[in-house]
């Protein structure tokens, strides 16, 4: 890993700090989630409205592929 690569991470680092210390309620919320609702079959949908009131809004519904990746996620955090 060089230089540059290392203060990138350093810089997600500290965004994702201020981001919890923004929204505290967010990240406890993924981690109530990530105990037992993300399961083959679950539906995750994603509402996104601007200030102005525009909305966008989609879902997936999880596959055993996914469960894979989001235990691999679960794994590096320790």
Same mark, same amino acid.
């Given at each position: 890993m060089?230089?540059?690569q290392i203060t990138m991470l350093q810089k997600i680092k500290s965004g994702m700090a201020q981001f919890q210390a923004n929204h505290p309620k967010f990240p406890l919320f993924l981690k109530a989630v990530s105990k037992d609702a993300l399961v083959e079959g679950t539906v995750i949908e994603v509402k996104i409205?601007?200030?102005?009131? =525009?909305?966008?809004?989609?879902?997936?519904?999880?596959k055993q592929d996914d469960i894979a990746l989001f235990d691999s996620f =679960?794994?590096?955090q320790g």
């Amino acid at each position: 890993m060089d230089f540059r690569q290392i203060t990138m991470l350093q810089k997600i680092k500290s965004g994702m700090a201020q981001f919890q210390a923004n929204h505290p309620k967010f990240p406890l919320f993924l981690k109530a989630v990530s105990k037992d609702a993300l399961v083959e079959g679950t539906v995750i949908e994603v509402k996104i409205t601007t200030p102005e009131g =525009k909305e966008y809004c989609t879902n997936v519904k999880l596959k055993q592929d996914d469960i894979a990746l989001f235990d691999s996620f =679960k794994a590096m955090q320790g």
